[in-house]
Nanobody, 121 residues
Framework: QVQLVESGGGMVQAGGSLRLSCAAS????????MGWYRQAPGKQRELVAT???????NYADSVKGRFTISRDNAKNTVYLQMNRLKPADTAIYSC???????????????WGQGTQVIVSS
């Protein structure tokens, strides 16, 4: 069983910054992709950013140039540095990983519980 524990959410004024963290623990042999998704009130969940084990990244157009995703493979942790935040960034941010629990186990997806980010104008 794997747990994803997120931290770093909160309330900030427009133009400010926040840094989210997500640490994976439990039965983990390897982690492939790690990423962040968000869901605003009344909207569908959308991808924010992903990072592969080799470091390649992918961003939603709406956050390019403002958000930076990174990971520490030794700590099974992914980070999301969010700068120049806008009210439109207000959402619940959830961490996601695709991991393999054992060398012979099949990979599966795991989600964190979500952390609230509120950006006031």
């Amino acid at each position: 069983q794997v747990q994803l524990v997120e931290s770093g959410g909160g309330m900030v004024q427009a133009g400010g910054s926040l840094r989210l963290s997500c640490a994976a623990s439990g039965s983990i042999f390897s982690i492939n992709a790690m990423g962040w998704y968000r869901q605003a009130p009344g909207k569908q969940r959308e991808l924010v950013a992903t990072i592969q084990s080799v470091g390649s990244t992918n961003y939603a157009d709406s956050v390019k140039g403002r958000f930076t995703i990174s990971r520490d493979n030794a700590k099974n942790t992914v980070y999301l540095q969010m700068n120049r935040l806008k009210p439109a960034d207000t959402a619940i941010y959830s961490c996601h990983t695709t991991l393999r629990p054992t060398a012979w186990g099949r990979p599966y997806d795991s989600w964190g519980q979500g952390t609230q980010v509120i950006v006031s104008s």
